[in-house]
């Protein structure tokens, strides 16, 4: 009769990576080379909910204009009326980028710059 070897009790496991402070915040930062499997990008998460807050305040008639508005929350109007712009992308992009499956095109900076309107010619850009 044979003898299988013994499975040890515990396994250690050794994942390279260090914590770093951004902004008041812990990162875990990973060595070069290496990607995260999240695709959450927080800045644009941030974004979208500034745009759709702002959104809601405007069509509530708590501000009536975006000046008005602008100047309460200490930002130029031409930057508000950017992020505001964000509230026309495509509920699929949307939906993609709160649970971090947009594209690789869908960041920031892009979605800032000017974009289609039309929700087709939208994927057509962010794809």
Do not use: C
């Not at 690789?104 to 000017?114: F, Y």
Request: charged content about 30%; hydrophobic content about 40%.
């Amino acid at each position: 009769m044979t003898r299988a070897k013994s499975i040890p009790e515990t396994v250690t496991v050794h994942i390279p990576f260090r914590f770093v402070k951004r902004g008041g915040r812990k990162e875990m930062q990973l060595p070069n080379g290496a990607s995260s499997q999240s695709g959450i990008d927080d800045k644009l998460i941030k974004a979208l909910a500034r745009a759709f807050r702002w959104k809601r305040m405007l069509d509530t008639g708590e501000f009536t204009t975006i000046g008005e508005l602008a100047q309460r929350e200490a930002i130029a109007p031409s930057y508000m009326t950017r992020v505001l712009r964000l509230t026309l992308l495509a509920p699929t992009t949307i939906e993609a980028t709160l649970e971090g499956k947009q594209d690789r095109e869908v960041t920031l900076a892009r979605v800032m710059e000017p974009f289609p309107y039309a929700w087709a010619d939208q994927r057509l850009r962010f794809s």
